[in-house]
Structure formats: structure tokens, C-alpha cells
């Protein structure tokens, strides 16, 4: 079971926005940065949205992050059909002194 | 540019020792700020970080692992090398090595991943 809390799904369809949500407790996002990755099938893992809010160069605008209390959200808007794949948060855990992943969510477009 | 990609073996029998590299490109891990972790995904399953080895020698383990895992590094070579004893199936996964710096924190970029079966 995984520290951090995300839907096991989510969907839409093409040009809709949806929302992927990360809950998490005080040790781990309530006070450190939010990470969010992007796993494509049969593909390592991408880094989509580092501290919090801010994206990579290369990475369209159309993904955002936020984060508010002990929580986090991943949004996605003007959905595309390469945007289906597998989500993951990701933060630093006081507690267990090391990062930590979420479930991952995977997105389907429909 | 900054490329790592992982090495070893993709068949290891339970008990045994798993032994993987990670050999990279385009960072030094001399300089101040940088590190390379380890993170595992089992078939269909999330992802979970194993341990990471800064510039300063530092070495955080996961602690669900952590008397199972050594991570070493070789800054001449540009590899980190990775050890797990007393391997069991429950451990076959997908291992990936990643770039990590204090300019963003975040594991960036990612190897390819290796898999490797845990089976008699």
C-alpha cells in the first residue's frame, strides 16, 4: 500500500480537463514540494511537474499542478489521446527519510 | 544531455544476491548538488524508491529494504552500482536508475529500466 493516495483511474474525452488528486499527510506533502510523473506504456518514467507547480521545459502547458494542505492535484486540460498512460505523485516523507510514490492513476481517453 | 541506463542480470535464482549498474552521462557525481536513486516497479504495479547516493556520499535507504540494500558509487567510472541480497520472486520488477539534483529535486531524467525475474 502506498504512502501517498491516488485514484487507480481516471478518464475523459478528447479536449475535456480532468483532475488527478494525490492525498498525502503533514510528514510527507503537507511539507515538502510535490512531484508528478508521466509513465507512457512499455517507457520509463517522465517528470511532468517538479516543486509543486512548475513544469519542465518541453512539457505543455496544458498540464498543471497544485498542491494545498496535505494534498495535491494533477490537471490536464485540452485532453489528448497521447495523454493516455499512467500517472504518478511523488514527494519527500519526514518520517520514512526518502521519497515516496503514489499508487499511480492510470488515464484513460476515451 | 543526460543519459543513464541500468545493467545486469534479468534472471536471478531466490536467495542469491542481485547486483545491477547504473552507468550514466552528461553529470558528475562529484559536483555538489547531484544523485542518482534506484526505484523499482513490479509487473502492473507502482512505483517504489530503493535508495539514492548524493555527490557528498550520503546514502538514504528505503527503510522497508534497507538491510537488504547497498548502493556504491564510482565517480571515475560514472556508475553507481546497486546490491540486493537474499533475492524472492516478490522482488521480480522492472529496476530503474535515475538523475537527481538540488536544482529541482526531482528524479530526472530516468534510464530505461531493466527487468529482472526472481525465479527458480
Known amino acids: 500500500q502506498s504512502v501517498l493516495t491516488q485514484p487507480p483511474s481516471a478518464s475523459g474525452t478528447p479536449g475535456q480537463r480532468v483532475t488527478i488528486s494525490c492525498s498525502g499527510s503533514?510528514?510527507?506533502?503537507?511539507?515538502?514540494?510535490v512531484y508528478w510523473y508521466q509513465q507512457l506504456p512499455g517507457t520509463a518514467p517522465k517528470l511532468l511537474i517538479y516543486?509543486?507547480?512548475q513544469r519542465p521545459s518541453g512539457v505543455p502547458d496544458r498540464f498543471s499542478g497544485s498542491k494545498s494542505g496535505t494534498s495535491a492535484s494533477l490537471a490536464i486540460s485540452g485532453l489528448r489521446s497521447e495523454d493516455e498512460a499512467d500517472y504518478y505523485c511523488?514527494?519527500?516523507?519526514?518520517?520514512?527519510?526518502?521519497?515516496?510514490f503514489g499508487g499511480g492513476t492510470k488515464l484513460t481517453v476515451l | 544531455q543526460i543519459t543513464l541506463k541500468e545493467s545486469g542480470p534479468t534472471l536471478v535464482k531466490p536467495t542469491q544476491t542481485l547486483t545491477l549498474t547504473c552507468t550514466f552521462s552528461?553529470?558528475?557525481?562529484?559536483?555538489?548538488?547531484?544523485?542518482v536513486g534506484w526505484i523499482r516497479q513490479p509487473p502492473g504495479k507502482a512505483l517504489e524508491w530503493l535508495a539514492l547516493?548524493?555527490?557528498?556520499?550520503?546514502?538514504p535507504y528505503s527503510p522497508s529494504l534497507k538491510s537488504r540494500l547497498t548502493i556504491t558509487k564510482d565517480t571515475s567510472k560514472n556508475q553507481v552500482v546497486l546490491t540486493m541480497t537474499n533475492m524472492d520472486p516478490v522482488d521480480t520488477a522492472t529496476y530503474y536508475c535515475?538523475?537527481?539534483?538540488?536544482?529541482?529535486?526531482?528524479?530526472?531524467?530516468w534510464g530505461q529500466g531493466t527487468l529482472v525475474t526472481v525465479s527458480s
Open positions: 535515475a538523475h537527481i539534483s538540488s536544482s529541482s529535486w526531482a528524479f530526472d531524467p
Open positions: 516543486r509543486n507547480n
Open positions: 503533514s510528514s510527507n506533502i503537507g511539507s515538502n514540494y
Open positions: 511523488a514527494t519527500w516523507d519526514d518520517s520514512l527519510s526518502g521519497p515516496v
Open positions: 547516493i548524493y555527490w557528498n556520499d550520503d546514502k
Open positions: 552528461g553529470f558528475s557525481l562529484s559536483t555538489s548538488g547531484v544523485g
